[in-house]
Nanobody
Framework: QVQLVESGGGLVQPGGSLRLSCAAS????????MGWYRQTPGNPRELVAT???????NFAASVKGRFTISRDNAKNTMYLQMNSLQPEDTAVYYC?????????WGQGTQVTVSS
């Protein structure tokens, strides 16, 4: 089993920054893909960014150049640095981990961008 706990969400003004963290515990295997997804009411969950255990990254077009994803394999922790935040980035952000054909999800953390 794998447990994921997100932290770092909150309220920020447009143009501001936030850093999300995702701590993973349990049976974490060497080869895994971790990622951040977000969801707003009435809409499906959408990809924000992913990172493999070797550090390869992928970003949604809407966040490319503004968000950075990273992970510390020794600490089983992933981060999402979000800069130049805009109101359309407001959502619940979920951490995910995929390994051996299974996907695991955190409980989500709210990010609100508003003046």
């Amino acid at each position: 089993q794998v447990q994921l706990v997100e932290s770092g969400g909150g309220l920020v003004q447009p143009g501001g920054s936030l850093r999300l963290s995702c701590a993973a515990s349990g049976s974490i295997f060497r080869f895994s893909v971790m990622g951040w997804y977000r969801q707003t009411p009435g809409n499906p969950r959408e990809l924000v960014a992913t990172i493999t255990s070797s550090g390869s990254t992928n970003f949604a077009a809407s966040v490319k150049g503004r968000f950075t994803i990273s992970r510390d394999n020794a600490k089983n922790t992933m981060y999402l640095q979000m800069n130049s935040l805009q109101p359309e980035d407001t959502a619940v952000y979920y951490c995910s981990l995929g390994q051996r054909g299974r996907d695991y999800w955190g409980q989500g953390t709210q990010v609100t961008v508003s003046s």
